[in-house]
């Protein structure tokens, strides 16, 4: 997928002057976030079970390779078949080579993040093989041709009247001819477009909330049931992972999965959550005749051992973002690729170069919301402090804001010096107020004087006043 | 056990912006420690507690700053601040900033655990209740965003608020919001802040209060900030202020009675 990271302020901007995207994403703290309250002081060992999830997550990644290979040992034994990608290209390809073998010319789609890392849909489209979003959000955004504002809710940007619209225009050769405005009728006509696509369709590809090595199964979570169509309907299913989505047992999904939905959403379980072992056996009654599990790397196995290996704790859920106050204001595309929020702050430069995306870990005040939710205890602000860190020393930080912080620690770091320079700017910002006590335009701070006055000193510092009460006994 | 137990030795950390801008707030911790039983010393090598530096990813700065203060705040029973941020910034970050340093750890981990936010300090560890003080007006009391989840402080300023006669506190709806200062981030990405502090004054106006306080300097200087640029009449204080009866000083960007 296209980055666009490097433009992160101009897409703020633009965002918080569309009153869709605003109305939108100003919704966002109403609704999760009450939700998740909700359903995490309904559950007396919520707090337990975060800190469960987060050690035995650190259990998994310290272990990583053996899990991955138990699941793989599993996956065989079960009449399945995995392949193994260290990148994007080669993930595609092998997708693309599934898809060939069984003559594919129309594949239906679960969601999955790790297929918009990938751009898989553009590239089958290239390739001649049709690609169908079934998850209702990802269908609306891929007839827009857009990408997710959000990790679970992907087409939160899009606005009921903008759906009406799209619909209109792009379901009239299915015979669908009048402009609906009901959202039941909407997601009526959308869901009987999706049924035919999924009997003609070759192959389904979903993503994967957890591959269960004991198992060798992969599960997905859904509240629509299209991802049970998708897998189990076509004859050749891929099911596409990251390799930090592997748990030990079926327990232990259980675990995760307890967690994980009210997190994201406050409901006590998704609607679905499908376990798919293997191809259709004998005595299935329905089911794929043949099961890929494609396991991509994309530059996780870099965090493995380093100082953000906690991100590759994270289970998707989208809390860090549902109760973000900067993703509330600007919304997921202002972020420029896959992930938003939060997890995209901290994620996204260890993706795509933090050249590309110094802004977005930089734009967060630290407020520390998300940390506070988060299901793992993924320390966000902390991995966002290391790229800001890592962006200073390698000099990705422009020159001025680096002049700009060392010459105040210059100042600093020598208190006697600080006392002089401080005396005279407090009396010097003192006089430019005046009476008014507060001053409109700000010398050398156009960020702060754009948006807010500044209030004025009181006059002499705290230090020169108490030493003038001969208090300064040290 | 304010009054008769022995005397905790205090350094008062008065934090930069306090320092700088509004030296009312020093004035104000030092009374009320005083008050509390506590005996103060204003350590004279304190600048500030490296946080922008820090934050802004210069991690040498950070430390050399961090260095001092740790110097400068040797030996005294308790350290203070005026703020749940720098309070917080000693507490948790110079662990993290000196983890590598064995040396430093020891006095480093010391010099944490015995590091508090003024009104929590007051609350929890001396047990004080504010006696024969008064302000009339009815008050919203914003949770900064360090103070609330790095500091633990939600209960005890309220509580202390509500020894305060003639006060009536009024709580705006979702007050755990940051108010979008964030140190360099409001001047960087100053158009992200602006939205953040007008959905924050949204609420607070909401609330019908006349005053607001907080427990750290920058946010109220964001907020009463923004709210004078916007022309409105909320007062703006410190609640250290407030508890220390010092409730008649001009707020925050106004000028003197």
Not at chain 1, 268 to 286: A, C, H, L, N
Not at chain 1, 330 to 335: E, S
Request: hydrophobic share 35%; with cysteine; net charge neutral.
């Amino acid at each position: 997928m296209q980055v666009t990271s490097r433009h992160f302020k101009e897409g703020a901007h633009a965002a918080l002057h569309d009153k869709d995207i605003q109305k939108a994403f100003s919704k966002v703290k109403g609704g999760f976030p009450v939700a998740r309250a909700k359903a995490a002081s309904e559950l007396p060992e919520f707090e337990d079970l975060r800190d469960a999830g987060r050690d035995l997550k650190n259990h998994i990644l310290e272990n990583l390779d053996y899990y991955l290979e138990y699941f793989e040992d599993q996956v065989l034994l079960q009449g399945g078949r995995v392949h193994w990608c260290s990148n994007y290209a080669e993930a595609r390809d092998v997708i693309l080579q599934i898809c060939r073998d069984a003559d594919a010319r129309t594949v239906t789609k679960g969601k999955s993040m790790i297929t918009e890392e990938m751009a898989l849909n553009d590239f089958l489209e290239k390739n001649g093989i049709e690609p169908i979003e079934t998850d209702l959000g990802e269908y609306i955004i891929q007839l827009a041709h857009e990408y997710p504002s959000h990790i679970i809710a992907p087409a939160l940007h899009k606005t009921k009247d903008q759906v009406t619209e799209l619909f209109h225009e792009k379901h009239g050769k299915y015979g669908f001819t009048e402009r609906l405005t009901d959202p039941q009728a909407l997601v009526n006509e959308a869901r009987s477009i999706l049924r035919d696509k999924y009997v003609a369709a070759d192959v389904g590809i979903t993503g994967a909330n957890f591959l269960i090595a004991e198992t060798g199964s992969t599960v997905i979570v859904t509240n629509e049931g299209n991802g049970d169509l998708t897998q189990s309907l076509p004859k050749t299913h891929i099911a596409v992972s990251s390799i930090e989505k592997v748990v030990p047992t079926l327990e232990d999904a259980s675990l995760f999965l307890r967690l994980l939905a009210r997190s994201a959403t406050g409901q006590e379980m998704s609607v679905y959550t499908t376990f798919s072992t293997g191809p259709k056996r004998r005595e299935d009654i329905d089911g794929p005749a043949s099961f890929h599990v494609v396991i991509v790397d994309g530059g996780r196995s870099d965090l493995v051992g380093s100082d953000k290996q906690d991100l590759l704790r994270c289970l998707k859920c989208g809390a860090c973002m549902n109760h973000c106050p900067v993703y509330q204001a600007v919304g997921g595309h202002t972020y420029g690729w896959v992930y938003p929020g939060p997890i995209g702050a901290a994620l996204n430069p260890q993706m795509v170069g933090l050249e590309e995306t110094r802004h977005l870990p930089n734009a967060s005040t630290f407020c520390g919301r998300c940390e506070e939710v988060c299901p793992v205890r993924i320390p966000l602000p902390k991995i966002m402090r290391l790229w800001r860190e890592q962006a200073f020393e390698t000099e990705v930080t422009p020159k001025p804001e680096r002049w700009g912080i060392g010459l105040w620690a210059y100042f600093a770091r020598r208190p006697a010096l600080y006392r002089i320079v401080t005396r005279i700017g407090a009396r010097t910002l003192k006089t430019i107020a005046g009476k008014k006590g507060r001053i409109v335009k700000l010398p050398l701070m156009g960020g702060w004087s754009s948006v807010r006055d500044f209030p004025a000193p009181q006059g002499a510092t705290f230090m020169d006043q108490w030493k003038k009460q001969n208090r300064g006994r040290k | 056990m304010s009054a008769t137990a022995k005397p905790k030795n205090v350094a008062l950390f008065v934090t930069c912006l306090v320092d700088l801008n509004r030296p009312s707030v020093g004035f104000a911790a030092v009374k009320l420690l005083e008050a509390a039983g506590c005996t103060i010393v204003v350590p004279k090598a304190q600048t500030c507690c490296g946080q922008p530096a820090y934050n802004s990813g210069d991690k040498k700065s950070a430390k050399a700053i961090a260095t001092q203060v740790i110097r400068a705040f040797r030996g005294f029973d308790y350290v203070v601040a005026p703020s749940g941020s720098c309070a917080g910034m000693i507490r948790h970050h110079y662990p993290e900033l000196f983890k590598d340093d064995a040396t430093m750890m020891v006095e480093v981990g010391e010099l944490a655990s015995r590091t508090y936010e003024l009104v929590s300090f007051l609350h929890d560890i001396c047990g004080y209740r504010p006696e024969n003080v008064r302000l009339e007006t009815t008050l919203t009391y914003h949770d900064s965003c360090s103070s609330l989840r790095e500091m633990k402080v939600k209960d005890q300023p309220r509580a202390l608020l509500g020894s305060v006669d003639g006060l009536e506190i009024r709580e705006a709806e979702d007050r755990e919001a940051c108010c979008g200062f964030g140190g360099t981030f409001c001047l960087k990405y100053s158009e992200i802040s602006e939205s953040m502090v007008d959905t924050k004054i949204t609420n607070l106006l909401a609330s019908g209060a006349e005053t607001l306080a907080a427990g750290d300097l920058g946010c109220l200087m964001n907020i009463a900030g923004r709210l004078k640029r916007r022309g409105e009449k909320m007062k703006v204080l410190h609640v250290a202020e407030v508890l220390a009866g010092m409730g008649d000083t001009a707020g925050l960007g106004e000028g003197e009675n």
